[in-house]
Structure formats: C-alpha cells, structure tokens
C-alpha cells in the first residue's frame, strides 16, 4: 500500500502534481477585480466608534456611516444615553436653503465638526459648488486664486436652531512647520538650519499668507549649518532643498508645560556618509536626491546633542549626556489628552513638569538603556533607571504619578513585558504586573485611587496569545482584572478622567461591535456594530484562524487562511504565504479588516493564501519568542513558514504541497526571495517587493538591533563595532524557481540597490529571474500599488496555475476608469494604499 501511494504521488509530481483536473485553471480576475481598494469602499463604512471626549463632562460624539449614509451621535454615560445630534433630514433641508446646493439625509457633507466651549452647540463647515476669490490673493488671475466657497454654521443642540456664520473666517490647519508653545503665544521653527520664533500675531499673518512681507519673526540660533541643523529637509530633492532652502521647516521641539523652556536632540550628521536616490521621473532633467544614511557596522555615525532653551532670556544650555558611544538619545513626549484632540493647536510637551523632564539614551549595540531625568535649570543628569541585556533592551513611555514622585516603568528583564512602580529617585518599590504574558501599553494612572490601567495580552487562557485586552491593576500589584472579556482583539479609547472606555472588539472572522463600558468593566451601553452587509452580498466569506507547530514541534504558532469565496473543497488549490519576518510585527491579522490586496484578494485569483507567525516574530510575546532570530538575520523565520504549510497540507486535502508561492514587501521583500534560495525545491514562485536583500546596507538602527553587533575595546580603550551578515545574494546559485524582484527607483528606505545587487548576484550565476522598476515610487509603492497587484497576481496565476491568458492591457483596470471624456468622476472615497 505504501509503495502504490508513492508511485501515485510521483506521478503527480511528473505530470504537474494536482494542476490536473480537480485544479482551478485559470485565474479568477473577475472575482478578484470585484474586491479592489476602490469598490471596497463602497461595500464597507465605519467599523469602530472613534469617539470625540469632551472637556468638561464626561461625554462623547462620533461619526458613524453604513450602506444607509452618515450620522452623528452624542454620548452621556452618565444617564446612559445616546441620541442622534440633529435631524439629518431637517438639517439637510436647512443647510440647502442657505448654501444653494442641494443635499439631503444620506448625503450631508459635513466638515470639521467640533463642539463649542460651553458644549451646548455645534460648529460645522460645508463646502459649496461656487467659486470664489481667495482672500490673500492679490493676482485674481493666479490658477490657484479660486476655491470653493465654505458656510459656517452653529447649531444649537437643545433648541435645534441653526444659524450661518456669515463673518466668520475658517481656522486654517496649524502649520508643519509651526511648533505653538503652550500658552498659544510663541511659535517656534526652522529656518536656513537655525531656530527662529515669531508670536501669535504673526503667526495668524503667515496662516493667512505664508509670504506676507510685513510678517515679524526673530532668529534664535545662529550657529546652525548644513547636516547639523535644527530642522528637517527629509524627502526633499537636492533641486527642492535649494528651491525651499529659504521656507520654514519642522522643528523638532518638546515644551514645558509653562511655556518657558523647550527642549530638543541636535543631530550632527556632517560625517555620516552621503546615500542618493534619483528621481528619473522628475519634470525635465532627472533629480539628484542626496541623504545622510549610516549602515551596519560603519564608524561615521550621527552625534546627538541635547540642548534645553530658556525662550524668556533667549538662551540654550547643551546638555552633558555623554556615556556611550556612539548612544542614541530619546525625548519623552507627554502623552496626549482625550479632551483636546479637536483642538486646533495642540503643543508637544514634554514628559515631566515645568522644571524636569525624562529621556533615554541607549548604547550602539542597543544592550544598554538608561531612563534619565533632567533638572532643567541647574542642567543636571540623573540616571534613575538602568536596563541592561545581552540581546536588545527595549523600552516604553514611563507614566509619572503626582508629577514624577513616582514612575511606572515598563522592563523585560524577565523575560515578559512587565510593568515596575519606582519612586522618583529611581529606586524599586515594587513590582505591579508578574506572570507569562505580555503587557503593551499604559491606557492611564488613577493617582487618586493608585490605579493603572493598561492592554495586555497572552494572559487569558484558551485564547490566541496576540488578542490584546485592557486590565486594571492597583499600583502595589493587587487587584489585577480583565475589563473587556470574550475571546475578540480590542481596541480601546479611555477619557481623561479614567471613567469610561470605548472598546470595539473583533477577530478576524467575526462583525466589528463596540461598546461603552465604565472603568470596573461594566457594560454601560451597546454602541455599535459594523454594517457589512453590502460586502457579505458579493459573497465575501471569512478568513480561517489556525495554530501549528513551529519547526522546533513545540512552539505554537497562529496564522489566518484565506479561501476564494468561491471556494470548493472537492479541488485542490496553489498555497501562497504573505510573509513579514518582524522582529518589530508579523504580518498576522487579529482583528476584522477589509484592506486585503495581498491576502484576501489574492486569493480570489484561485489560491489558497495564509499568514503565519514565526519565532523570531512579534514582540507582544516571550522575549525569548521575539528575539529568537538574534545573529540569524537572513534565515532564522524560514523553518517555520516551511513547517507551517506542510503541517496545513497534512490537515487540509485541498491544499497542493507541490505548488507553493511566497511574497511579501520589505522585510517580507527580502523573506520571500531567502526562503526560494534556502529551501529551493519547495518553495517554486515568489514576488519580492522592496526587499532588504542585503542587511549591510540597510539603515544601522534596523539592522545591527536585530541582528546584533559586536562592540570591540582595544587595549587603548578604542571602541569600534563589527557587523556581519548572511545576505541573499550569498545564496543566487540555488535559485530554482521563478522569482519576480521590484523595487520603487526612490525608495529612500530600502535602497534600490539591495534589490538590483540581487539582480546582478543572480545575473552572475546564470539564472532566469524577472526584475521590475516601479518609476518614481517610494517604500510602499504609493499610486501604482494597484499596479503591482494585478502585476503580482498575473505572476502567480502563470507560474502556480500555468494560465498564461493574460493580455497587454489590465482590464481589471482599465474598466474602472470611466469614459467621459478626459473629466475624472469621484465616488467622494479615496482608497488609502496599502503599504
């Protein structure tokens, strides 16, 4: 009986395995084309409550749309209430009076909503068909000196009552550049590499008009130059930057909370090596884009400097933080409050109080990390808290109690996410969270009631690991509980006061629902839950959750299967893997998503595609699990991702073991071409987008903190580091199947360079590959993202279904672009590009 199945299985084998009958043969571009970016947009509206706190209660309004249209609702917890804000009917009917379009209860194009201070009213914007003049423009000739007309509106909640504002002028979004102090008073940028500074009524003067002549602004630096700045000019040409070298530009700059001093890391960059980029597709003569990028193991680094201005006396103080070399340092911003998110200026504090602040600096190697806190005046460093590893530290946000008395620090010193209550001289007090799971982030800090709450994750038994959760603690490690129960991945949103919380909880395979709950974990209210019915018309079906064995036959993994929603199981399918390696994420999904280009979609094609983890992989579990592939760069996923499909070729009859693909971008770029090098006769297809094929000559940071570098003192006591690593072109001689490289021409992230030495690696051993130029695209591919697509499935379809049918032009394309003429017409949706 063995004999006979090993003679049916090598007929397979010679007569093209399970491509026979039973097989899909030919690819389902119909099917497929149905579920593009755009279309999507149309099937599915809002999945999660994202609500808008308010400043002085302890309500909350949000925006929620399904197939029916839009509506805005506002929240009181409090009296367990939730009401539409007005009418959309009555108010459509209103709004079209006054602004002469038409516009009706599922159609209401409302702007920038926001509430009143007094929270009785609402502001809102609509923005008209008419055109009108621009207020700065002297030139009413310009092409850009017209724009639609905008009305202005406040509607009274309590009495319905809406009423035009007709004199009032539209708040124009804070500028890039533009770093507003606290008190809304000053405001600090970059300029011709110096900090400058300029007050209120100026500020408004450049709002209006950013070349108004009579606009007052002060020079605050003078010793600023070139690649040891205080700005940034990222992105930019070597034509643009000397086009805007006279503009303002981003500071990068944290406030104290008084508005009295700034603080900020200067980078002296002027002996880091130059890298280039050119722009072929660039008007005219093709353009020069020249940056300062350090690679693994090169000397040249970047010296950082910390400096604290005193902006009343115009002063700065450079701060002595020296105790590596080469050290990275890192500002604590303060986090962000709910009730001021609609705020129009809202300034980048510090963490800390008006007279100290916190930050970190971290050795080369990244083995040691110090939490440090600053006396601002007196200009004193204090290393509180030191981290120490022998593979890579990491560290979070520290979250102060009663203005820093007492820190809670995150550490994995044990080997699990953990969080630890030190006083605020840096000593231990206690730990507050213990045990095998992963804690991830502080949500907020009682200090009334010494309560912490934070997402974690792993902790609940007979659940996927990664499904992360929200707890409360008390600060001395007591009273740990589970406030968002059920087996679902949730995304939380708590107010200020730590009273409430939004949750929206889903998996991948479950309807998106969120809930109002208060801070023990009650249900206070059902809010929401996602409208898919539209998609579930086109037949759409879920994604299947699975766990198999790593390689090592112990460790677990979790991955997801997507199916063609036309799926037969009497046939047998192509399998694909949708590869990220990590170590920082895995390319695993947990929750509900509808941007499926390289999963979901691809599969509709007729395949079989899964996501998987693998050690080495995601942080959110066992610092052992995440820096499994420490030293092993190139290799350390690939057992895994193997193991993964043949254990799912064992289970599942319809999954073909002898036809498998692999792609991923990025890391997942470099991933996908390893494993048709290391593991050559199983792996037969794979399309590797912006791979990092050649880790010697990707970004250091990346680099040498995943993979590891050697810090070597010399008898002088010289310090030097060493880096070296397997690199995929080491391995072209074993290429066996086909293998489609691209790569964007600018793509200032990975270099295009790690994807042409690879080319030119496997030129050199003689073998057929296919190589593709993305003309004027960045890391993600940006506007030809569907492109790649339909690129990435028609490579699949030839080689895993052997149907080459495909003609010149993309129809699947080519169909959604109407005919009109020359003149584009606008669902009103944008798709966001997958990246």
Not at 27 to 35: D, E, H, K, T, W
Not at 341 to 356: A, H, V
Not at 506 to 512: A, D, I, Q
Request: charge should be neutral.
């Amino acid at each position: 009986m063995k004999k006979l199945s090993l003679f049916i299985a090598l007929l397979l084998i010679c007569f093209g395995s399970k491509a026979q009958s039973g097989s899909p043969g030919k690819g389902n571009y119909q099917l497929a084309s149905r579920f593009s970016p755009d279309k999507l947009e149309k099937l599915v509206f809002t999945t999660a409550v994202d609500p808008h706190w308010l400043k002085y209660s302890d309500r909350f309004w949000y925006e929620y749309e399904t197939s029916d249209g839009k509506k805005w609702y506002i929240v009181d917890p409090a009296s367990k209430s939730k009401k539409v804000m007005f009418d959309n009917a009555k108010l459509a009917s209103e709004v079209t009076m006054v602004v002469k379009d038409p516009f009706d209860a599922q159609h209401l194009p409302i702007k920038n909503l926001k509430f009143t201070d007094d929270e009785k009213s609402i502001l809102f914007e609509i923005i008209s068909s008419v055109d009108e003049v621009k207020k700065d423009r002297k030139d009413k000739t310009d092409a850009d000196s017209l724009q639609k007309k905008t009305f202005f509106f406040r509607y009274n909640l309590a009495t319905e009552r809406l009423e035009e504002l007709k004199d009032h002028e539209k708040l124009k979004e804070k500028a890039k550049w533009a770093s507003v102090s606290p008190d809304g008073a000053v405001v600090v940028f970059a300029k011709q590499y110096n900090l400058y500074w300029m007050d209120k009524a100026n500020y408004e003067k450049a709002l209006k008009d950013e070349k108004d002549s009579t606009i007052v602004e002060h020079q605050l630096t003078k010793d600023g130059v070139e690649n040891y700045h205080y700005g940034d000019s990222r992105g930019e040409t070597n034509v643009e930057r000397e086009k805007n070298k006279d503009k303002r530009k981003p500071a990068r700059i944290l406030w104290s909370p008084d508005s009295k001093y700034f603080a900020m890391i200067r980078s002296d960059e002027r002996k880091v090596k130059d890298l280039w980029v050119i722009h072929n597709t660039a008007k005219g003569r093709p353009e020069l884009e020249t940056y300062k990028y350090q690679m693994p193991g090169e000397k040249e680094a970047p010296i950082r400097e910390l400096f604290v201005f005193d902006f009343a006396a115009k002063t700065s103080n450079k701060i002595s933080t020296s105790a590596y070399k080469d050290q990275e340092l890192s500002l604590w911003s303060a986090p962000e409050l709910k009730k001021n998110r609609d705020d129009e200026d809202k300034p980048d504090l510090w963490l800390g109080t008006n007279d100290i602040f916190y930050f970190t600096r971290t050795s080369r190697d990244l083995k040691k990390v110090d939490v440090c806190q600053l006396d601002v005046k007196s200009g004193a460093v204090t290393p509180l808290i030191k981290e120490e590893f022998n593979t890579y530290v990491e560290v979070n946000r520290a979250g102060l109690v009663n203005g820093g008395k007492e820190l809670i620090h995150w550490s994995e010193r044990d080997g699990w996410g953990h969080f630890y209550l030190y006083d605020g001289a840096g000593n231990l007090k206690n730990r507050i969270t213990s045990g095998p799971f992963h804690c991830e982030e502080i949500v907020g800090i009682d200090e009334k009631s010494r309560v912490l709450y934070f997402i974690a994750n792993g902790r609940e038994a007979d659940e996927d690991p990664y499904l992360m959760h929200l707890y409360r603690v008390n600060f001395d490690g007591s009273g740990l509980t589970l406030l968002n129960s059920g087996n679902f991945d949730n995304s939380v949103s708590m107010n200020d006061a730590n009273t409430y919380f939004v949750n929206t909880a889903s998996t991948v395979n479950s309807v998106p629902a969120s809930v109002l709950y208060n801070s023990k974990g009650r249900k206070v209210m059902e809010l929401e839950k996602a409208d898919l019915s539209r998609l579930m018309t086109t037949g759409y079906k879920f994604p299947e959750p699975f766990k198999v064995k790593a390689d090592d036959g112990i460790t677990d993994l979790y991955g997801v299967m997507y199916k063609p929603f036309n799926f037969d199981s009497t046939k047998t399918y192509p399998i694909i893997e949708y590869v990220y390696p990590g170590p920082q994420t895995e390319a695993v999904n947990k929750a509900f998503g509808y941007k499926m280009d390289r999963i979901d979609r691809l599969a509709q094609l007729g395949f079989i595609v899964v996501t998987v983890g693998n050690r080495g992989g995601h942080p959110a579990r066992s610092k052992w699990y995440h820096t499994y592939g420490y030293g092993n760069l190139r290799d350390y996923g690939l057992a895994d991702k193997k193991a993964a499909i043949e254990q799912l070729a064992d289970r599942y009859s319809f999954i073909d073991i002898h036809r498998v693909g692999i792609t991923g971008h990025s890391g997942g770029g470099f991933m996908s071409t390893a494993a048709m090098l290391v593991y050559p006769d199983f792996y037969k297809v794979a399309v590797s987008g912006a791979g990092n094929h050649e880790n010697n000559i990707y970004n250091r940071w990346w680099s040498e903190k995943h993979h590891g570098v050697k810090e070597v003192v010399s008898a002088k006591g010289d310090t030097t580091f060493q880096y070296a690593i397997d690199k995929n072109p080491d391995l072209a001689k074993n290429l066996k199947g086909h293998l489609l490289l691209v790569t964007g021409d600018v793509d200032n992230n990975v270099h295009p360079a790690n994807t042409i030495r690879m080319a030119d690696a496997l030129i050199k051993a003689n073998k057929r590959f296919d190589f593709m130029l993305m003309p004027g695209q960045r890391h993600g591919f940006g506007d030809m993202t569907e492109y790649f697509f339909w690129l990435m499935g028609d490579y699949f379809t030839k080689h895993l279904l052997g149907d080459y049918s495909q003609p010149v032009d993309i129809l699947e394309i080519n169909r959604e672009v109407p005919h009109t003429g020359g003149k584009k017409i606008s669902s009103g949706k944008v798709a966001s590009p997958e990246l």
